[in-house]
């Protein structure tokens, strides 16, 4: 804590606390981690795109395989039906039987495409379960990194605001300690200046814009406690 009467080091920690919070808000704003978590939700959101194309297929796939397997039960019951006729002995006519073999043959023909459609089907769907169960994976995998940038994210950022916070308390207590007349100065010259409105004057240069001051003027420069001004670049100067 610095006492009222000593301006130049109360101005120069408020140039120091102004400059903190503004390399603050840089990093605030460039965290990597922001960056990082960005990238991950576009392949998060890819993923679970690309997971849900393949549930599609396997729902297409299961209802594909259950309309081949109640059209196969149908034609075997059909079969059944055609064969008690068939080997009855109720029906003697010959023609008629030879239409009932040849219904039964075709019949069959059919059911075992059926079939064969049927093991395709199968084969397939084992294929997109084993990709739906790999996406799936994937997701979640990547679900849990995302969540651990998230709150890392989360963390830098309330870490930083409370830094900033800091520093936004000790810049209001700093203000009301220092001289309107100085204040108004500061902070035209923080605009002015890109941020730097303070400088030191050490072996009488300005460490601000490097200039040499004349001798006779450093020679008046006694009270370390004063602010003064550079006769070059207007800054406020205050001895080291």
């Known amino acids: 804590m610095h006492n009222k009467d000593n301006q130049a080091a109360l101005i120069m920690e408020l140039q120091e606390v102004d400059s903190q919070e503004e390399v603050l808000k840089k990093e605030l704003a460039s965290l990597p981690e922001r960056e990082e978590l960005h990238g991950l939700e576009e392949e998060l959101t890819e993923r679970r795109q690309s997971y849900q194309v393949i549930e599609g297929k396997v729902k297409e796939n299961q209802s594909r395989q259950k309309r081949l397997e109640d059209e196969e039960a149908l034609l075997e019951t059909k079969i059944k039906r055609e064969e008690n006729r068939l080997y009855s002995g109720r029906i003697t006519n010959p023609k008629e039987l030879s239409g009932i073999e040849a219904e039964v043959r075709s019949l069959k023909a059919k ?23 790999q996406l799936s994976q994937s997701v979640n995998s990547l679900e849990r990194e995302t969540q651990k940038v998230r709150e890392r994210l989360v963390s830098r950022e309330s870490d930083l605001r409370s830094k900033m916070e800091g520093l936004g308390q000790r810049r209001a207590e700093l203000r009301m300690l220092i001289l309107e007349e100085h204040l108004q100065l500061y902070d035209k010259l923080r605009v002015e200046k890109g941020g730097l409105a303070v400088a030191f004057l050490l072996d009488e240069v300005c460490r601000g814009c ?30 080291k």
Do not use: W
Request: proline share 2%; glycine share 4%; aromatic share 6%.
């Open 111 to 133: 059911q075992d495409q059926i079939e064969t459609q049927i093991l395709i089907c199968l084969e397939e769907g084992e294929g997109l379960r084993k990709e739906s169960n």
């Open 210 to 239: 490097h200039m040499t001051l004349p001798a006779y003027r450093v020679d008046k420069m006694e009270d370390r406690t004063a602010i003064y001004r550079c006769d070059f670049c207007k800054r406020l100067l205050v001895l």
